[in-house]
Structures are given as structure tokens and as C-alpha cells.
């Protein structure tokens, strides 16, 4: 079966770095998704790891290690907007469909 | 291109009641997805489909059927409508599952 863990909720303040945890057990690994969610709204693709490492983009990077399950989503120089839900997901084991953990939401205060 | 459309945004039904929540796509994407979304919980996949005629159930299908006669489109029925279906239900779509998903904006259900 698959499983993907993530914390519920973070809190952080206005131009700080925050890092976004999430593990997963999976029988065949397909690559890692993060998505971002706001309130209200669809969610929206942010990052797609297949290979160990950090990928940067702008002001977001997320890391993996396929080794030790692991993943995280890293946010610098944060803003009043990435207040929002981020959703850690990995592909089904017939790589057809994704699964998504529950999401962490996280606050963002002045 | 407008993406993926979802109709209706919002629908009030009662319990025994049937609808249909209409998806459609215009990038040509093979595969297509209906997710549902608890308050506070991820996505839960309740069908999907790999392309025009084939369907598969997902982590939460009873309760719901789907059709994919073209690659446009991608209808979600539910039959005899429950409370426990009252939801935000998305649609999605992508090129494989290894590619992003694009997401409709959402129709919010709810059952009374």
C-alpha cells in the first residue's frame, strides 16, 4: 500500500525560510509532486522530484531522498501570499493516478 | 485554451437526488481525474481515467460512476445523492501521472 505523512499545520512570520516535511512508503516510486492550495481555490503544481537532490525555483526548492522516503518543500523569503495548504503526492504503483497526503497548512504572519 | 471547466461552481441537493458534475479539458490530455476534498483533508481520488473509454476506480468510488466517450470530457454521477457526498469535488488533467495536473476550480456540493 501507499502511505504519505506530512505535518497539519505550520505557523512562520513574513520574510523567514520555512521547510515543509513529508514522508512516504510506497511499493514502486514514481517521482514526488508538491501543490499549493489556497483557500478556496484548486490546487496548483509547484514542484516534481524523480532524482535525489534539491531542485530550486525562485524562492521555492524541494529536496528528495528515495532512499529514506523523504521529501521537503522549502520557502524563503516568505510573504503574506504562501499563506495556503501545501499537498506532498507520489503516483499510485500503477503509475495511472496520484495519491496526496492530507496537506500542510501553513500561516503566515506580519 | 481555458484549461479544465467544471459546472456547475455550487449545487444544492437532497438526499436520494441524482447530478451529474460535468469536466472538460482542451490541451488534449489523456488523463483525467475526479478527486473529492473533506474539510482539513487532502484529495481523494475517486476515479480516474487513462483515456477516451477507459475508466478505473480510485481510493472512493461508491457512490459515483463516470464516463469518458471523448478525451474532452469526463463526467462524474452520483446516483443517489447521501450527506457523506457532501464535498468540494475537483477535476483534473494531465498528460501521464507523471506530469502536472491541472485543476479545474472545484464544484461544491452539498446534501441535505
Known amino acids: 500500500g501507499q502511505n504519505i505523512d506530512q505535518p497539519t499545520e505550520m505557523t512562520a512570520t513574513e520574510g523567514a525560510i520555512v521547510q515543509i516535511n513529508c514522508t512516504y512508503q510506497t511499493s514502486g516510486f514514481n517521482g514526488l509532486f508538491w501543490y499549493q ?15 535525489d537532490g534539491l531542485e ?6 524541494s529536496f528528495l531522498s528515495r532512499s529514506k522516503g523523504y521529501s521537503y518543500l522549502l520557502l524563503k523569503e516568505l510573504q503574506m501570499k504562501d499563506s495556503a495548504s501545501y499537498l506532498c503526492a507520489t503516483p499510485n504503483q500503477a503509475g495511472t493516478a496520484l495519491i496526496f497526503g492530507k496537506g500542510t497548512t501553513l500561516s503566515v504572519s506580519s | 485554451n481555458a484549461g479544465v471547466t467544471q459546472t456547475p461552481k455550487f449545487r444544492i441537493l437532497k438526499i436520494g437526488q441524482s447530478m451529474t458534475l460535468q469536466c ?6 489523456n488523463y483525467m481525474y475526479w478527486y473529492r476534498q473533506d474539510p482539513g483533508m487532502g484529495l481523494k481520488l475517486i476515479y480516474y481515467s487513462v483515456g477516451a ?8 468510488p461508491n457512490g459515483y460512476n463516470v464516463s469518458r466517450s471523448t478525451t474532452e470530457d469526463f463526467p ?10 457532501t464535498s468540494v469535488y475537483f477535476c483534473a488533467s494531465s498528460y501521464t501521472a507523471q506530469n502536472e ?11 441535505l
Do not use: C, W
Not at chain 1, 492550495?37 to 532524482?51: D, I, K, M, R, W
Not at chain 1, 530550486?56 to 526548492?61: I, N, Q
Not at chain 2, 473509454?53 to 472512493?60: A, M, P, R, S, Y
Not at chain 2, 462524474?76 to 457526498?85: C, G, M, T, V
Open chain 1, 37 to 51: 492550495q489556497h483557500a478556496g481555490e484548486a490546487p496548483t503544481f509547484l514542484s516534481y522530484n524523480v532524482l
Open chain 1, 56 to 61: 530550486e525555483k525562485g524562492r521555492f526548492s
Open chain 2, 24 to 29: 472538460a479539458q482542451d490541451m488534449n490530455h
Open chain 2, 53 to 60: 473509454g477507459i475508466t478505473d476506480k480510485g481510493e472512493v
Open chain 2, 76 to 85: 462524474l454521477r452520483l446516483e443517489l445523492a447521501a450527506p457523506s457526498q
Open chain 2, 101 to 111: 495536473q491541472f485543476f479545474g476550480p472545484g464544484t461544491r456540493l452539498t446534501v
